[in-house]
């Protein structure tokens, strides 16, 4: 039985239908890579160069207690973490390119925290302790008890511990509201004595908050109050454990939540929990988050032998599957088998769908097409890459487990314009707002800027 790598840090999307307290839409950077997971904010004028170890247009630097591969997020003048404190001490974890799929032997008592930073100083304005006992699930050896991203919607922080449960805090670190959702067994779908932890990150929709909830057991969705907690709506699914973000897509004539899993790709209406499309064919593990551009929904898995990349119609109903031998049909633009990405979360910008394999193969196509435009090696060292690209000002940013950040210029020509280093282990994708970039390593949160 083959063990696979599976690093449920992805942490990883989602969005806001309505934009709510002081900070300018262009500003926040809400959730997992940012608004509907798009990971684009332009007119930031970030630097090509920077040093995380000399100081380069560092500008500042706090240190993070714990252990988490959850990326930051950001509103008005506040950036948000979570993470994971073990009693141990100096938790760890193993990164690279490698098939092990044990666990973690770290079930000491834990402290699941957020924190909330000032934006412009890196000051720490308050820290809350969510859960505090031993785990309740293992983790993976590459992966932390706190990989799932925080929302927020201005109002409330959301932050999803896994089987450790779901909390609401105020803008001022008042808990407003906890759920427990159970012991959410998230692992190898072939050996189900392994367990790799939980990942996919909370959204907010409207006044939803909406988890995905796949595992060993019993698979879920579930749209609970954001102002009580109180459970909307819940849908069970049939499915196999899996660790990507939900999406909403907002669109003209429906607004469609879209789901990946390795059983079926879906699309429910988010207001009801209610399916309306299911699409088959995809890998046995599934991380990625569905991202979406002038009608096309892409989702893509990495594992072998499908690796698929899937580009979706909006609007489809019923089962969509495509045939065998088949690559678009009515509802499906294009296709591409074992071309998908195992961890990062795709990129779409301007007319290009840009797609980073955990190796570092970084492909570019045609996104109304599918037309392959580049394919090439990024040039990282051994550890690959888990963080999912973001992109701002006509430039691309790939962040390496290594703590390598690879600056690319985007477009039909791949040009590698500048190697930054951070001098630690890097695996959250980062948040860019206001003209910094909020990187969140091994051990600190960086501000990146000119």
């Known amino acids: 039985m ?23 839409r262009e500003d926040n950077w809400p959730s997992f890579r940012g608004q509907y997971a798009s990971g684009i904010s332009e007119g930031q004028n970030l630097p090509d160069n920077w040093d995380g170890e000399k100081g380069v247009n560092i500008k500042w630097k706090t240190g993070i207690p714990g252990l988490a591969h959850s990326s930051p997020i950001v509103w008005a003048d506040r950036v948000f973490v979570a993470t994971a404190i073990s009693s141990r001490g100096n938790a760890t974890f193993r990164h690279g390119l490698y098939g092990d799929g044990d666990a973690s032997d770290d079930r000491s008592v834990h402290q699941w925290k957020v924190y909330a930073l000032e934006k412009k100083s890196g000051k720490i304005l308050w820290e809350k302790t969510a859960y505090k006992g031993m785990p309740r699930e293992k983790r993976h050896i590459k992966a932390s008890y706190a990989n799932s991203t925080p929302a927020t919607d201005g109002r409330y922080v959301i932050a999803f511990f896994g089987s450790q449960g779901l909390y609401a805090f105020d803008m001022k670190g008042r808990l407003i509201w906890k759920k427990d959702l159970g012991v959410l067994n998230a692992g190898a779908y072939d050996a189900p004595d392994y367990e790799w932890g939980t990942a996919s990150s909370p959204i907010i929709y409207n006044d939803l908050v909406i988890v995905q ?6 698979s879920f969705l579930l749209a609970a109050d954001v102002k009580t907690g109180k459970t909307v709506w819940k849908t069970t699914r049939e499915e196999l454990p899996s660790w990507g973000t939900p999406t909403i897509y907002p669109g003209k004539n429906r607004v469609e939540l879209i789901t990946n899993a390795s059983n079926f790709i879906r699309g429910y209406d988010p207001a009801t929990g209610h399916e309306l499309w299911r699409l088959g064919g995809s890998s046995k593990i599934t991380a990625p988050t569905p991202v979406f551009a002038d009608g096309l929904i892409v989702v893509a898995s990495g594992r072998r032998p499908e690796s698929p990349i899937f580009v979706i119609r909006a609007g489809a109903s019923g089962d969509i599957t495509l045939a065998n031998e088949q690559t678009s049909s009515k509802h499906i633009a294009w296709s591409k088998q074992k071309r998908g990405s195992y961890m ?47 992109a701002a000002d006509g430039k691309i940013y790939l962040p390496s487990e290594d703590g390598g950040i690879f600056v690319v210029k985007a477009g039909p020509k791949f040009e590698l314009l500048a190697t930054n280093h951070m001098g630690e282990l890097l695996m959250a994708t980062p948040a860019i707002s206001s003209g910094m970039m909020y990187i969140r390593t091994q051990h600190h949160l960086f501000a990146i800027g000119q």
Not at 6 to 23: S, V
Not at 362 to 375: A, H, S, V
């Open 344 to 390: 990062p979360t795709p990129l779409i910008y301007g007319d290009y769908l840009y797609v980073l394999a955990n190796q570092g193969i970084f492909d570019c196509y045609q996104l109304k097409t599918g037309e392959e435009i580049f394919r090439e090696r990024i040039p990282h060292q051994g550890g690959g890459f888990s963080a999912s690209p973001v």
């Open 2 to 24: 083959k063990r696979d790598l599976l690093l449920p840090c992805l942490m990883a999307p989602l969005l806001l239908m309505a934009i709510f307290g002081d900070g300018r």
């Open 213 to 218: 909830c796949d595992t060993q057991n019993e």
